[in-house]
Nanobody
């Protein structure tokens, strides 16, 4: 199973930017997809952005044009660049990796990093 370590959360004012990082314990080429989810207080965890191994990228409608997911294969790291942040982006952000074992798809999660958008 892959281990994920996130970093980069914090407090930022509305309109500001943050970059989250997620370091994986093994090569990204061995992982089917990498993504970012978030969970706000009292809300369900939701997909923010996902990048499949073939390069296909999906974003939640609420972040399109503001957030960008990218990867550094040499460092086994995935990033989430967040621009034009809004108070409603406040949440704990989780990195996710999906791997295949036989007929099963396995989910690995990071520990979460808190992003707070407030003036």
């Amino acid at each position: 199973q892959v281990q994920l370590v996130e970093s980069g959360g914090g407090l930022v004012q509305p309109g500001g930017s943050l970059r989250l990082s997620c370091a994986a314990s093994r090569s990204l080429f061995s992982i089917m997809s990498m993504g970012w989810y978030r969970q706000a207080p009292g809300q369900q965890r939701e997909l923010v952005a996902m990048m499949a191994s073939g390069g296909i990228i999906n974003y939640a409608d609420s972040v399109k044009g503001r957030f960008t997911i990218s990867r550094d294969n040499a460092k086994n790291t995935v990033f989430l660049q967040m621009n034009s942040l809004k108070p409603e982006d406040t949440a704990v952000y989780y990195c996710n990796a999906k791997t295949v074992r036989g007929n099963d798809v396995l989910d690995a999660w990071g520990q979460g990093t808190l992003v707070t958008v407030s003036s």
